[in-house]
């Protein structure tokens, strides 16, 4: 009797072993732990760590890309490794070890290709995403027919890729439609050792920041034949540049109208730029040496991280008013923010206190503290639909 | 100076008086008998982490090499040490690497060389 009552218990946990919950990927992400060269996978729904995946080498400046389902995060390491982890069983697909020292890498318009920057050899390896067999290189051979770190690479529409050479101070622009006949067009002599670069949210300027001279480097992708052009050449002009300890990332860039918000380097501001006329509209005074400079989805909200030694802060920009309206000090080396795709919350990771740090945008409420080792990048899978991401 | 001293109290995990008291004695120590004095246990933890985690943000976490040189020993080899000790405190003009003397004194920057030479140290 007792048994027979039990029997449709037995038979529901049966198959739940049978069959584990299904689930869609769209809240996940991982985050990258830096030191032990594992990434962690992490739901924004919960709000909750799920796992780690371990074995992924070198992962310091790690950056991550997402397959176009969402469900393979494509990682790139420091020592050149690319690791494709499948976010919803926590496991490594597939990993190749490609050069000996990377910094980033882009997915194809089509999902078909991942690209990888490199610094040594310089240059650009395309992997075919479903198996990582590389498809195609295109080596740095600057103008000075020396070879070049590259940084800075973007996708952008019509299975584009967009990569700047950081020894050469060129930008290249890879048509890879046909992944055995690259076409790269190459633009020379963009300016002095360009750090990092970012595409415009509406895919139409790929942008490099300058750190041996003043200014950026501006490519309309819609004309190409016009050229590169230099803005903000007066930017800091005649002013003490401040020593930096920490190169500013461009990837996502604050917007407000036409207005774009960016990191002042070398200087303790950000730096609106009217995108009209490509010219300073006004700097606005914050906490330290901005590193990433990021609107907040659906709102007027730029938030803002510091380089070292004023990595403790984060500060939040109305765009609007141009005003510093919060400053936040979520924890000790605060290297990375991530917010969820709709924008009601951000996760925010604490490197030197060892934690991520989620808030609630609207009132800037901590929700939750996780523990991750050493955190730097977090990525979150909607990435995977977001241009030049 | 105020704004100086509340900067790198918050930066140094010691109160404002501990620190200046060690960073004088450090540098007090440092000319005993010509030869620098190693950092003490909790600040050379210190230093080891922020080697790996602020000088590897271009020099790479491994030291290996990013936007800047490779740190490793091989790279290093038949460079004069002070000149290295010297590279850290006043950076490099011409390049990326800023001076780190508002943060270390020139014990720790010889102690860091020593390190570099040896092979560095992990931060676990």
Not at chain 1, 87 to 115: E, F, P
Not at chain 2, 49 to 77: F, I, Y
Not at chain 2, 96 to 110: D, G, H, R, T
Request: charged share 20%.
């Amino acid at each position: 009797m007792r048994i027979k009552r039990l029997l449709p218990l037995v038979f529901l946990l049966m198959q739940g072993c049978a069959t584990p919950g299904l689930r869609g990927t769209g809240d996940l992400g991982v985050v990258v732990e830096r030191a032990t060269g594992k990434v962690q996978v992490v739901e924004t729904t919960g709000r909750s760590v799920l796992g780690e995946v371990a074995g992924l080498g070198d992962l310091s400046h790690a950056t991550v890309v997402f397959s176009r389902d969402e469900r393979y995060a494509y990682v790139f390491g420091r020592d050149g490794g690319l690791t494709k982890v499948d976010v919803l069983s926590r496991r490594i697909v597939k990993r190749v070890v490609q050069s000996g020292n990377s910094i980033g890498g882009a997915i194809s318009t089509d999902g078909k290709l991942v690209a990888a920057a490199n610094y040594m050899p310089g240059g650009v390896k395309f992997f075919n995403s479903d198996t990582l067999e590389q498809v195609a290189e295109i080596p740095a051979i600057g103008k000075d027919g020396k070879g070049s770190k590259v940084v800075g690479l973007v996708d952008a529409p019509g299975d584009r890729f967009v990569f700047t050479l950081y020894d050469a101070g060129e930008i290249w622009l890879a048509d890879m439609k046909d992944p055995t006949h690259p076409v790269v067009s190459k633009f020379t002599g963009i300016g002095k050792e360009p750090y990092d670069a970012l595409i415009t949210p509406n895919s139409r300027y790929y942008v490099a920041g300058l750190f041996g001279e003043n200014g950026l480097a501006l490519l309309d992708l819609w004309h190409p034949e016009k050229g590169v052009k230099r803005i903000l050449g007066d930017y800091g002009k005649g002013e003490q540049r401040l020593p930096v300890y920490k190169m500013p990332h461009l990837e996502g860039w604050g917007f407000y109208d036409h207005y774009a918000f960016v990191p002042g380097v070398g200087h303790h501001e950000v730096v609106v730029i009217d995108t009209n006329t490509w010219t300073q509209a006004a700097a606005i005074p914050v906490a330290g040496q901005p590193v990433f400079v990021v609107g907040q989805p659906g709102s007027h909200r730029i938030w803002v991280n510091f380089a070292f030694p004023d990595n403790g802060a984060v500060q939040v920009i109305d765009a609007a008013t141009r005003q510093v309206i919060k400053t936040l000090q979520p924890g000790l080396g605060v290297l990375f923010l991530e917010f969820t795709p709709r924008g009601e919350n951000v996760w925010v990771s604490a490197r030197d206190s060892g934690k991520l740090v989620v808030y609630d945008t609207a009132d800037f409420k901590k929700l939750t503290e996780l523990p991750s080792d050493k955190p730097s990048g977090i990525f979150f899978t909607p990435r995977a639909h977001k241009i030049g991401w | 100076m105020t704004g100086h001293t509340y900067k790198l109290a918050r930066f140094f995990p010691l109160p404002p008086l501990a620190m200046m008291v060690l960073l004088v004695c450090g540098n007090v120590l440092a000319d005993v008998g010509g030869k620098m004095a190693a950092p003490l246990p909790q600040r050379q933890a210190y230093l080891i982490n922020m080697v790996r985690e602020d000088c590897g943000s271009c020099h790479g976490l491994t030291l290996k090499g990013g936007l800047g040189p490779s740190l490793l020993p091989q790279a290093l080899q038949g460079k004069d040490a002070n000149s290295l000790a010297q590279t850290i405190l006043n950076g490099r003009t011409g390049t990326p690497m800023p001076p780190w003397k508002p943060f270390l004194s020139e014990a720790e920057a010889a102690w860091i060389v020593e390190k570099l030479l040896q092979g560095f140290p992990d931060a676990n």
